[in-house]
Structures are given as structure tokens and as C-alpha cells.
């Protein structure tokens, strides 16, 4: 089945910079989606991409598809960018979702 | 429009107990799915729901269970609960087959 890879596995920054989280896919997938999870342990949807490039604020998501990897940038980070980001891929046409093993952003002030 | 909500959203359990956690999807959404989070294993799928019916199951032993209800909402059971079982339960739903997933809080379960 399809494998996921996130990396870095951990980030550390102080507030104001930027930042990049890759997440590699080891098959071809109909869509992709970017997670925080906060403190409390909720899931909060960032992107559903499963090609091109989308926006929000100061996050924007990039997939290339044919290439199997996706790319999270983070620009000007808050201490409240702090959390774990997933990236996530169903299997086939299921809403089996396989998680990567995430990226443990810490932001300081 | 309310998201997904999980509840309890905290539980503690003896050890050969069992438990019934519960999940409301989004208004419309059809598909259900529960995720096991612990800090070992990661996030893993345990089972997927399609009106009313198991589509998916991952791999884990017959103690966990779920079902479906008419009005899309789930339940998972966990029966003889073992000291492993101490994770973070996500459910999420949504509106059809390999589609955008929204997740809820989680139910913490703590097994002593």
C-alpha cells in the first residue's frame, strides 16, 4: 500500500521566519491533505491539494503530483504555528487515510 | 454548519473493561472513519463506514468494533481493554469515497 514520509521530523524557529515541510508519497493519489494538530489533539484541516497550489494567510501548499511529494510553507511564523503537521493520503479510492509520521514545528518567540 | 463531534472527550478505564465511543459526523457527510493515535504508532486507520457499512478495516485485533447508524453516526467499541488501548480516538467524516476528511476533537482514553 501506499507509504507516506514527512521530514523534517522536527523544526525549530524563532518567530519571523519561514519554513518548509515536506510530506513524499510513495504511489500516485487522488488527493492529499495537510493537518495541524493543536495542543488538544484535534486534527484542523490546512489544505486539500491533490495538485497545484493553494493559499491561506501565511500558509500556502504545493503538490506535484507526477513527482509524488508535497511541500507545506510556512512564511513569518507565530509562536501559535507550534504543533505537529501531518500530511495524509487515502489508499485507492477509499477514505482510508495513511498518515505521515509528522513534523513537530516549535516556535519561539 | 457544526463540525464533527466525538464524545466522551475524556474516559478512563480498568484494565478488561470495555468502552463505546461515539461519533456525530457533519450534517450530509455519509462516510465515518476512526483513526488510533498513540505516541508510538502514530496515527492509524481502524475502520471506515458507508452507509452503515464497514468498507475498510485496518489492522487491528477483533476487540475493537464499530457500526454505522441510519442518520450517518458512529460508534466504536473496545471490549477487554488492555493497557495499550491508551490513545487519542479520532473520528472524521466525510461526504463520499476518497473526499476531503474533516476530524473531531478526539476522545482521550486512558486505561489503568
Known amino acids: 500500500g501506499i507509504q507516506v514520509e514527512q521530514s523534517p521530523p522536527d523544526l525549530i524557529l524563532q518567530e519571523g521566519a519561514n519554513s518548509t515541510l515536506r510530506c513524499n508519497f510513495s504511489?500516485?493519489?487522488?488527493?492529499l491533505q495537510w493537518f495541524h494538530q493543536n495542543p488538544w489533539g484535534q486534527l484542523i484541516n490546512l489544505f486539500y491539494?491533490?495538485?497545484g497550489t493553494k493559499q491561506n494567510g501565511r500558509l500556502s501548499a504545493t503538490t506535484v503530483a507526477t513527482e509524488r511529494y508535497s511541500l507545506l510553507y510556512i512564511s513569518s511564523s507565530q509562536t501559535t504555528d507550534s504543533g505537529v503537521y501531518f500530511c495524509?493520503?487515502?489508499?485507492?479510492?477509499?477514505?482510508?487515510?495513511?498518515f505521515g509520521t509528522g513534523t513537530r514545528l516549535q516556535v519561539f518567540p | 454548519k457544526a463540525g464533527v463531534t466525538q464524545t466522551p472527550r475524556y474516559l478512563i478505564k480498568t484494565r478488561g473493561q470495555q468502552v463505546t465511543l461515539s461519533c456525530s459526523p457533519i450534517s450530509g457527510h455519509r462516510s465515518v472513519s476512526w483513526y488510533q493515535q498513540t505516541p508510538g504508532q502514530g496515527l492509524q486507520f481502524l475502520f471506515e463506514y458507508f452507509s452503515e457499512t464497514q468498507r475498510n478495516k485496518g489492522n487491528f485485533p477483533g476487540r475493537f468494533s464499530g457500526r454505522q447508524f441510519s442518520n450517518s453516526r458512529s460508534e466504536m467499541n473496545v471490549s477487554t481493554l488492555e493497557l495499550g488501548d491508551s490513545a487519542l480516538y479520532l473520528c472524521?467524516?466525510?461526504?463520499?469515497?476518497?473526499?476531503?476528511?474533516?476530524f473531531g476533537q478526539g476522545t482521550r482514553l486512558t486505561v489503568v
Open positions: 491539494i491533490p495538485s
Open positions: 472524521a467524516s466525510s461526504p463520499a469515497g476518497a473526499t476531503e476528511a474533516f
Open positions: 495524509a493520503a487515502p489508499r485507492g479510492n477509499t477514505d482510508k487515510l495513511i
Open positions: 504511489d500516485s493519489v487522488n488527493n
